[in-house]
C-alpha cells in the first residue's frame, strides 16, 4: 500500500514537472535526476528556507560558496580516501550488489513492523482504555520481537563498530536475509568500496593530477575557517554555512532521489571552545527539529535516531528521521565532529588554523558541530509529506478524485494562477494586468486553457496554494473569485486585497515565527 504511494509520488513528480531522470531520451543514467520547471522552484525555496534560517537569523553563522575541486590531500587529510567506504556483498544469482548494513537494517525494520503490528491489533481492540506501553512491556509476542531486535542490533552495531567483515556476512546468513531478487541466500564475501568519484586536472598524461569530486560539502569549509575567521573577525562560538552539490558513487541508488550519485548538500560547521561541544550539540539538535517541524507535517513524523557505530572523527552523532512512506529513514545528519578535521588540516597543511581565545589568554583548535541536510531528501520529505488523494464529490453530487500537493505556500513553486473565465472580452487583458501587479512578489502563473474546473484540478496538482478567476463582473467592480488549494473554498474579494492576503500566507516570516 505505502509502495503503491510511493510509485505514484514518483509518476507524479515528472508528469507536473518536478523530476526527471537524468538524460531520460538515452534511457537515463543511474541514480542522477533533474529538477523540471516546478521542481526547481520547490527546490529554490527550501534551499532559501534553510539559509535565511542559518544565516539572518543567526548572528553569528554566515555563508561560504566555495568549490567542488579541492587540493587532494584535502581528501587524505579528512579520511575520506582511507576510510570513506561501503560494506558491499553480492548476491551470486541475481548478480545484484547491495549494501550490508542495509540489508540487515531492513531486517530491523522488519522485526519492528511486527511489533508495530501487534500494538495496532491491540490498540483496535482495547480501544480508549489501552496503554501502550503497559502493553508492550507485557505482551508476550512483542516481548520475544524485542528480545529478538535487541540481540540483533547490538550484535549489528558491534560488528561495524569493529569494522569486522566477516561477523556483517556471517549476520546476513543467521538472519536467512535472501536477496529480493533472486530470493537466494547465495552471498560472496562483504568487501570495502570506496564512494568518491575520481577525475583528472591538467591537460598532458604526466602532469594531470588525479582529484575528487567532493563527497561533501564540509570540507570547504573547513579549509576556509582562518579565511572567514579572519577576515569576517569572527569570534568564537560562530558558524559557517555552505549549500552546494557533493558526489558519491553510491553502491545501492534506489528509492528515487532518496540516494542518489550526484545531490547537493546544506551543511552548517559551527565552531566551538573544546569542552561545549556537547551543549551546542543539544541546541541544534532543538534548533533542527524545530525547523523540520515549523513546516507543519505533524510532530509524530519525526523521530531522533542515535547512530550504531560512530564515525571516526565523531563524539556524537543523531539523525533526524521523517516517515517516509517506505518507512522512517534519515534526513538530517547532526555530528559533534570534535577537532578532528581542524587538526588533520592543521597537520596536512603544515599551517596552524587555530583560535586565539582572548579571554584565556590562550589559542587552540576549535571543536565543530555540524547539521547535514541533503537539499533533495528534504525534497522528496516535502513531496512525500504533501502529495494527498481525496475522494471529493463534484458539483452534481458525482464522486471523484482530486490528487493535491498540499505544499507549505512558503514552499510553494507558484504562488498564484490567473485564470480568465473566458479568453476574450477584456478577460485575458485583466489577467494579465493582475500578474504584472503581483509578479515582482509572487511567482504567478497565467492559464487561459481548458474549463476553470480543469485548471483548478492541474494547480492542485502542481500545488499552488491560490487561484483567482476572472469573470465579467470582474470588468465591472474589480472583484475576483479567489480560490483556497486545500479547503477548495471560494471567496470574493477585491483585487487590492489580494497582495494583502497573499503576502501573509506565502511569506517565510510567518514560518520563521514557528521556530523556537
Ligand atoms: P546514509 O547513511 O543514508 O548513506 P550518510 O549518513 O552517509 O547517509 P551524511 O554523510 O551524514 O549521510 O550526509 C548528510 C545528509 O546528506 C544526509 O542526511 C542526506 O540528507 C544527504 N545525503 C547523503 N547521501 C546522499 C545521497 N546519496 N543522495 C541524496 N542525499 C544524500
Partial sequence: MAEDVFKKLVAHCKEYGYVFQSSEIYDGLGAVYDYGQNGVGLKNNI??????????????????????????????????VDAFNDPLIDNKDSKKRY???????????????????EVKKAQKRFGDSF?????????????????KWNALHKRFSDALNDNNLEELKQIIIDEEIACPVSGTKNWTDVRQFNLMFATEMGSTAEGAQKIYLRPETAQGIFVNYMNVQKTGRMKLPFGIAQIGKAFRNEIVARQFIFRMREFEQMEMQFFVKPGTELDWFEKWK???MSWHQALGFGEENYRFHEHEKLAHYANAAVDVEYKFPFGFKEVEGIHSRTDFDLSQHQEFSGKKIQYYDPEEGKSYVPYVVETSIGVDRMFLQVMAASYCEEEIEDANGKKDTRVVLTLPPVLAPIKLAVLPLVKKDGLPEKA????????????????????????????DAIGTPFCVTIDHQTMED????????????????EISKLHGIMAEAVSMKSVFAKLK
Fill in 47 to 80: 534551499k532559501k528556507y534553510w539559509w535565511d534560517s542559518m544565516v539572518m537569523l543567526h548572528e553569528n553563522v554566515v555563508g561560504i560558496d566555495s568549490a567542488i575541486f579541492m587540493h587532494p590531500t584535502t581528501w587524505k587529510a579528512s579520511g575520506h
Fill in 99 to 117: 549494501r550490508a548494513d542495509v540489508l540487515i537494517e531492513d531486517q530491523l525494520a522488519k522485526i519492528e513492523a511486527k511489533i508495530d503490528k
Fill in 131 to 147: 496503554d501502550e506501553e503497559q502493553f508492550k512491556t507485557t505482551n508476550p509476542r512483542v516481548l520475544k520481537n524485542q528480545e
Fill in 286 to 288: 532543538a534548533t533542527r
Fill in 432 to 459: 494579465r494586468e493582475i500578474i504584472d501587479d503581483l509578479k515582482f512578489d509572487f511567482n504567478c502563473q497565467y492559464d487561459e486553457k481548458d474549463s476553470i474546473g480543469k485548471r483548478y484540478r492541474r494547480m
Fill in 478 to 493: 474589480n472583484t475576483v473569485t479567489i480560490r483556497y488549494r486545500d479547503t477548495m473554498k471560494q471567496d470574493r474579494i
